[in-house]
């Protein structure tokens, strides 16, 4: 909830659509005057997604493959401790499973980048 305040008037708005059910929402202006009289914006369509950028990866530790859950993505990258990418996957499966037995024991950094352009990254232990 917000207010600006002028000389002659005062206007106040509050933008907080639900969250709860996402989807479709309609979103418009109601102006008030000092003699209550109201007017209203145009009436216009907010499409809410619901995509969680949140990227899950098991078994962590892994030993020989490590399984990537995102919804989304266009692109995978598997990133060693030294940043060189080791493995690259376009447009992966929402549940992508990586065998890694032969890379090196270490830290490595999951890199997603989803259809909208976000980056999400998680780190796993090869053990």
Do not use: H, W
């Not at 962590?60 to 399984?67: E, F, L």
């Not at 996957?89 to 830290?107: S, Y």
Request: with cysteine.
């Amino acid at each position: 909830m917000g207010k600006v305040g002028a000389k002659c008037c005062e206007y106040s708005f509050n933008d907080s659509p639900p969250l709860e059910g996402l989807g479709v929402v309609y979103y418009r202006l109601e102006m008030v005057d000092k003699d209550g009289s109201k007017t209203y914006s145009e009436v216009r369509t907010i499409e809410l997604r619901g995509t969680n950028y949140e990227v899950r990866l098991f078994p962590n530790p892994a030993k020989d493959v490590v399984t990537i859950e995102f919804a989304g993505a266009k692109q995978l990258l598997l990133i060693d401790y030294l940043g060189k990418t080791v493995k690259q996957i376009n447009n992966p499966t929402p549940q992508q499973t990586i065998n890694i037995k032969q890379l090196p024991k270490g830290v490595y950094v999951v890199q997603v980048v989803t259809t909208a352009g976000v980056e999400q990254i998680a780190k796993f232990i090869k053990e």
